[in-house]
């Protein structure tokens, strides 16, 4: 199959969002990467780095709806799924569809609810539907969440529990600009934002069809057991209290078959699984108390195993016949 149409595609909404967030093509790119994927993205950075903007921009890319939900402790689950209330004019029960019944959903600053409000979106982001009253509503397609929650500033804060986390594809960060792509920020933005002036250069069925053509990336069977490896590997690290689950291991294979159709090609590589193993699953990993005390991290810990773990030789030229 020739993804050079994925390619061109994928360069054109990079090329459009990268309008708004400036100098951080690779951010942006791994981002598209996770929807493309059938996944979710939890980005976690400081105030101030662009992470709505990065939400917002991708939304208006891609020509979807686009809602925002924010995250306070006084949220509740109906805030976000709906509620069924009663219609006096026809005697009858209607169910009024929350803000997550949309293409590109933004839950900013997730961890600010209490974990009852968190869990309304387990269901969702893992079956795509949601169930009120004993009714099942299927969510939107596309569908695609943006999490977003401050490293800093945790006063008050409510910690995603490890069934949350590992609904989450991948976790990015987005990082400070440079100083000239900060210096670029402050003249784009002298009478207005870039963000509001971006144009779709598609709508939800190309976004869906790109989709279905990233899941046709050939994956040879090295590769395969390369992804389990590095999975197995975090199992039994001695750091880790907690290592990954199956659900990493699919999502790291899908996150790789997407990166390599946004470079045009029909396979993947072990560059494209090294490449994403990061974002993949430091955030489902937990560091033992004993070795976090030491300064030990959990990407720390996926780059030494990513070091030890043998790269598949040959493989970054297998694909179909």
């Not at 004993?134 to 969510?139: A, E, F």
Request: include cysteine; charged fraction near 20%; glycine fraction near 6%.
């Amino acid at each position: 199959m020739d993804f050079s149409d994925v390619q061109e595609q994928s360069a054109r909404i990079l090329g459009s969002v990268e309008t708004a967030i400036v100098g951080k093509r690779t951010v942006i790119e791994h981002a598209l990467a996770v929807l493309l994927a059938h996944g979710h993205l939890l980005i976690e950075d400081i105030p101030g780095v662009g992470k709505t903007t990065l939400a917002k921009a991708l939304a208006r890319t891609l020509g979807c709806d686009f809602k925002r939900i924010q995250f306070t402790p006084d949220l509740l689950p109906s805030d976000i799924t709906g509620t069924t209330i009663y219609n006096q004019k026809t005697g009858e029960f209607q169910f009024r569809p929350g803000p997550i019944f949309a293409n590109v959903v933004l839950a900013d600053e997730i961890n600010r609810s209490t974990p009852k409000t968190q869990s309304a979106l387990l269901e969702c982001m893992e079956e795509r539907q949601v169930t009120v009253d004993s009714i099942t509503y299927p969510l939107p397609s596309p569908f695609f969440v943006i999490a977003t929650q401050n490293n800093v500033e945790l006063t008050g804060t409510y910690p995603l529990p490890e069934a949350q986390l590992d609904r989450f594809m991948a976790r990015l960060t987005v990082g400070y600009p440079g100083r000239e792509e900060e210096l670029r920020i402050l003249e784009d933005q002298v009478q207005t934002r870039p963000v509001d002036l971006i144009e779709p250069v598609m709508d939800g069925d190309a976004v869906t069809m790109m989709q279905r053509q990233v899941r046709q990336v050939h994956v040879d069977g090295t590769l395969r057991a390369y992804i389990l490896d590095i999975v197995a590997a975090t199992r039994v690290h001695p750091a880790l209290a907690l290592g990954g689950s199956p659900r990493a291991s699919l999502n790291l294979l899908h996150a790789a078959q997407s990166l390599a159709a946004i470079h045009g090609r029909p396979y993947v590589t072990p560059d494209d699984i090294k490449t994403m193993s990061p974002h993949v699953l430091a955030h489902r990993l937990i560091v033992r108390p004993e070795h976090k005390i030491k300064g030990t991290t959990a990407d720390a810990c996926v780059q030494q195993i990513l070091q030890r773990i043998p790269v598949p030789v040959g493989a970054a030229i297998s694909q179909p016949v």
